[in-house]
């Protein structure tokens, strides 16, 4: 009797683990881009703190009552702020920050172009 | 003239470029979101520490005075240190306190308010820590003090005299 | 008794500094012919500065607490290997080391210059000097290695078990010869341009200096990246933490101003922009120590953060950059002899296409490492500029990035056309096949991935088939840039072909996916000199029946009190085994992690071929087109 509740608990162990092996991805995924607060440059993927561990809890939780991945960085940027999510959003706060590099970009490919303008010439 | 523009362009540069630098280097590197002040309380479900029943955040803030939520842990070294200021305040007429149990341990929990005194009026249970993040905190110690189910201070950290003095002058 | 050694040293070494600052203007006014005593007073302050920093080593190997540095940094109980690289792993000792290789570096220089114009050999020296000068007193005021404490303590506070370990310990000197090297790039640019010496010549004589610093700092961050891998317990090897991307950046620079050395070296062209480009490599350095030294930027950093210190860093590097700035913009008149036209399909165009694509990278990390400053001062909103940043802007460019450098080299100086390069196209259409299969069978439906791929595979054939080719034309640059089509391939079959799995085991459990089944056998406990430690022990099967044993450790230290997680790595030439073990607060189970990582040596293996390439390049006795 004592085997049989054993082999019971065990295989819902196991087979909790293994259906939850599809969700671990996009939850690894969420939490990759997640900042950890409390640490010192570390995700919430990486970091072991007892916040980052919530966290990560909380995202599984979301994901299962069928949050989108949107919806959960918005959602953690409601109560922490921008600073939680590593991808910055485009937003006029940020319009530099994303436009910037493609506007050297753009200005360093004007120069190489008059530098082969100027030889046709 | 034109050859001049460009120096000229670029000392400007630089010189902006320090000027950010420096008041850089004047702020502090703590980071407390704003939004959290005059924020409404999240609503939540929660369970009751030491018992199996769950109550709804509504319930616990519903009177027309100011609430003191504190987050604690029996493993928290700082929260100890606070204790004694959560007692005194306690003593007060006008605030309540509420407990925020914070991923612990049923019985060392209750051995630590055994062993340094029981200031709240209701504490609840977090055992994930997913509670804690509704209110947007950090960990432990932190407190939040509220009025008419909104958020009218935070304080990170333990309390000290200081904040004691700072809550209530805030509560009069 | 070490340390009192130490600190006079220093002073001496000072005092050495500024002799040699006057003499060298001396000499640079008065007589043609270089005086010997300044090459004799430049070793003597290399010794000095030697001396002071066996000095400090000794306080630490002693553990000499009345040393504060030591007393803060170091530890009675501390293995002899990591007392003496806690020298270094500290603010003040890791200054004491650019000062090492700052006046290691301008000796040598004049070592190796004697076939040089005196005017630029004594130039060069004071410009380095105005650097050396800056960091003696930013030493001996506001960061001493030799301040004394009383009363002496019985033990020291420092025993930071990440810090101990032996990548760790070598990665800053190695490092720093790249990063604190590229000061002799500086100085001499800054010379050649006040003389107007910008020359072919020049160009040869500088291109060792430009190759060493590069080795050095490439090797450097190298070994960060690997140091991060083994000991940081999350299995990742870049982060784009603001301290990574700040070694990022000079090396950038480095590597752009090394390829235009090159055109320089054959074709007087480009010279104003490698004077900007060798100017903004040790800039960057510079800019980067500011960064994460003065507690502006937060990361993953170890130093000790101090916006005093800060400051003085802010406005020592704005000097050098006014400086720099005038120094250009006063000596530097574009010649007219100058060769301005570019023919669009030539190496030398190739090579310009590389400078805007590497400076487009260039800027990327800047603004993505800087902009959250700039936007917390402005506007005080604080955000967070991580990968999906980088990635995105970055990933997309590569592939265009990648064909160039495949074609680049194969084209000929001033004009090239396609005749006999059918295999170019061979290879092309061989990339694209091979990636599309790849990418298709491991269903991802990226089209970005795919093209990236493909691009890769393209550099790695084309340099692959240079291999074998009867007359190699410049065995060094292929080795280098097949080095970094490996690593681009390593990176994205690395990405691609990952498994991770995240699970709690109790002891005797087991988890089992399609793929294999891990078995958490026993834990033993051991008593260490400075730790306790619980190892973990794995059985893991994977579907072919094959068995591995991994050992995760979870080391308790009692002094500072921090749980460590080791990673128990197992590595081969198709893929490393990762395991990771940590504690759960109040229960009786373990989170393990498990990750699968392919070819994640051959990353490893890629970085030191770029280095092999270089180092190739640099004993190469004659120059190949």
Not at chain 1, 103 to 111: D, P, Q
Not at chain 3, 304 to 333: M, Q, T, W, Y
Request: glycine letters at 4%.
């Amino acid at each position: 009797m004592k085997n049989l509740k054993f082999i019971i608990i065990f295989l819902i162990i196991f087979s909790f683990n293994f259906s939850n092996a599809q969700d671990i991805d996009l939850q690894s995924k969420i939490s990759k881009n997640l900042r950890c607060l409390i640490c010192q440059g570390q995700s919430i993927h990486d970091s072991d703190s007892e916040f980052a561990n919530s966290i990560k809890i909380l995202v599984a939780n979301k994901l299962n009552e069928g949050f989108s991945e949107k919806q959960i960085y918005d959602y953690l940027k409601g109560k922490y702020g921008e600073w939680i999510s590593y991808d910055p959003e485009f937003n006029k706060n940020t319009y530099f920050l994303w436009l910037l590099p493609i506007l050297m970009f753009l200005i360093g490919g004007a120069i190489i172009a008059k530098l082969f303008i100027i030889k046709k010439n | 003239m034109k050859f001049k523009i460009l120096p000229i362009f670029f000392t400007i540069i630089f010189l902006i470029i320090f000027l950010i630098f420096y008041k850089g280097l004047q702020n502090p590197n703590i980071y407390t979101p704003k939004n959290n002040i005059q924020k409404n309380i999240p609503s939540f479900k929660v369970r009751i520490f030491d018992t199996t029943n769950e109550i709804n955040s509504k319930e616990i803030f519903k009177d027309n005075q100011f609430y003191l939520m504190n987050i604690w842990a029996s493993w928290c070294v700082p929260c100890r240190d606070e204790h004694t200021f959560l007692l005194d305040l306690n003593d007060q007429k006008n605030i309540k306190i509420i407990g925020l149990n914070y991923k612990d341990n049923n019985r060392s929990a209750k051995k630590f308010l055994k062993e340094l005194g029981n200031p709240y009026n209701v504490i609840l249970l977090d055992e994930d820590g997913t509670i804690a993040i509704e209110w947007g905190a950090y960990g432990v110690p932190e407190s939040f003090l509220i009025y008419n189910k909104k958020i009218i201070k935070k304080i990170i950290g333990p309390l000290n005299e200081n904040l004691l003095q700072e809550i209530k002058e805030l509560i009069e | 008794m070490a340390s009192l050694i130490g600190f006079y040293s220093l002073v001496f070494g000072f005092c050495s500094s500024l002799l040699i600052f006057l003499f060298s203007i001396k000499n640079f006014k008065n007589s043609n012919i270089f005086d010997k005593k300044i090459i004799y007073l430049t070793f003597l302050q290399f010794f000095f500065v030697l001396v002071s920093f066996l000095g400090l080593i000794f306080s630490f190997v002693n553990s000499d607490f009345s040393n504060e540095t030591v007393f803060n940094h170091s530890h009675t109980t501390k293995p002899l290997f990591y007392k003496i690289s806690g020298t270094w792993g500290n603010h003040e000792g890791s200054l004491l080391l650019w000062l090492l290789v700052l006046t290691l570096f301008i000796f040598l220089f004049l070592l190796k210059s004697k076939e040089q114009i005196k005017k630029y050999r004594i130039l060069t020296l004071l410009f380095q000097q105005i650097i050396i000068i800056g960091f003696f007193i930013f030493v001996i005021k506001t960061s001493n290695p030799f301040n004394y404490i009383f009363p002496i303590p019985n033990e020291g506070l420092g025993l930071n078990p990440i810090l101990q370990d032996p990548a760790l310990a070598i990665h800053p000197p190695i490092l720093y010869l790249g990063y604190v090297g590229s000061s002799i790039i500086f100085s001499s640019t800054l010379a050649a341009t006040s003389l107007n010496y910008i020359s072919k010549e020049w160009a040869k004589h500088i291109k060792q200096w430009i190759l060493v610093s590069w080795i050095f700092l490439t090797l450097g961050i190298l070994l960060g990246s690997i140091w991060a891998y083994y000991e940081l317990g999350w299995g990742g090897f870049w982060f784009w933490d603001p301290v990574e991307n700040v070694s990022l950046m000079p090396w950038l620079a480095l590597t752009t101003l090394l390829h235009c050395i090159l055109v320089l070296e054959k074709k007087f062209a480009l010279t104003s922009w490698v004077i900007i480009l060798s100017i903004s490599t040790f800039t960057l350095s510079m800019g980067g120590t500011f960064l994460v030294r003065s507690g502006i930027l937060n990361s993953v950093h170890t130093f000790a953060n101090d916006p005093e210190r800060g400051l003085f860093i802010l406005i020592f590097l704005f000097c050098l950059i006014f400086l720099s700035l005038f120094v250009f913009f006063f000596f530097h008149k574009n010649q007219n002899k100058e060769f301005n036209s570019f023919f669009w399909l030539s190496k030398e165009s190739s090579i310009l296409i590389n400078n805007w694509f590497m400076m487009y990278f260039l800027t990327v990390v800047m603004i993505g490492t800087t902009y959250p400053i700039f936007l917390e001062v402005i506007s005080s909103e604080k955000i967070s500029v991580g990968p999906p940043f980088y990635n995105k802007l970055i990933i997309p460019f590569l592939i265009p990035f990648l064909f160039a450098m495949a074609i680049g080299p194969k084209l000929k100086w001033l004009k090239s056309n396609f005749v006999n390069k059918f295999y170019l196209i061979i290879f092309l259409i061989i990339s694209l096949l091979l990636s599309v299969i790849i990418i298709r069978s491991f269903d991802i439906n990226f089209l970005i991935n795919s093209i990236l791929l493909t691009s890769a595979f393209y550099l790695f054939f084309v340099t692959l088939r240079d291999f074998f080719t009867k007359k190699i034309k410049n065995l060094a640059q292929n080795i280098a840039h097949f080095g970094f089509s490996l690593l681009v391939l390593s990176i994205l079959f690395n990405n691609i072909l990952s498994t991770e799995i995240i699970t709690n085991l109790r002891i005797g459990e087991t988890f089992e996916t399609e793929k294999f089944k891990i078995n958490f056998e026993n834990i033993e406990q051991k008593d260490e000199q400075n730790f306790k430690s619980i190892i973990g022990k794995f059985n893991v099967e994977n579907s072919d029946g094959h068995v591995e044993i991994l050992k995760p450790e979870l080391r308790i230290y009692n002094q500072p009190n921090i749980v460590t997680s080791e990673a128990d790595i197992k590595t081969n030439f198709f893929s490393d085994r990762f395991m990771t073990m940590s504690l759960v607060q109040n229960q009786d189970y373990f989170n393990i992690r498990y990750q699968v990582k392919p070819l994640m040596i051959w990353i490893w293996i890629s970085v030191l071929l770029i280095c092999f390439g270089g180092l190739k390049s640099l004993i190469k006795k004659r120059y190949e087109i």
